[in-house]
């Protein structure tokens, strides 16, 4: 009965530490998309056709359900239609909800569009940050899987 009793305690604790272990990750992986995007804005220009196109790529972690860590059920980076930056939010398989913001425009696969990056799955995921131009011939950060 004791050991029963001393398990039923303890599980909250086990569940809330590996929200917090996935949290961390998660949140350190939207801290290197943010850093990347912003060097590329403050340091890159956009090259001509023909030639290479400036870029950073980064891994995404999003963990799988384990004993130490919650699984991550859903990952968006929404571009602002209006503003500079990017809003981002992923949600936990225990419904834990987090939002960060980028500070940098990121869009999906088109510099004229502006749809959101969304990724699915569990594991590292490599994500190409590239320096293009949109329609107005503004620099804007377009988000490809590497």
């Not at 998309?33 to 090259?47: H, M, Q, R």
């Not at 990121?106 to 590292?124: A, C, S």
């Amino acid at each position: 009965m004791l050991t029963i009793a001393l398990l039923a305690i303890s599980i909250p604790a086990i569940d809330r530490g590996a929200t917090m272990n996935s949290e961390r990750q998660v949140d350190a992986s939207l801290a290197e998309i943010d850093d990347e995007a912003t060097s590329l804005i403050e340091n890159e220009e956009t090259t001509p056709d023909g030639h290479p196109d400036p870029q950073r790529v980064v891994e995404v972690t999003l963990p799988r359900s384990t004993l130490t860590s919650e699984g991550v059920d859903h990952f968006e980076l929404v571009p602002h239609e209006n503003g500079n930056y990017t809003h981002a939010r992923y949600v936990l398989e225990d419904g834990t909800t987090r939002e960060e913001v980028i500070s940098e425009k990121i869009v999906w696969n088109d510099p004229d569009g502006n749809e959101p990056t969304e990724l699915g799955g569990t594991g590292d995921q490599r994500l190409a940050l590239v320096l293009l131009e949109d329609e107005r011939g503004e620099p804007i950060i377009v988000a490809r899987r590497v």
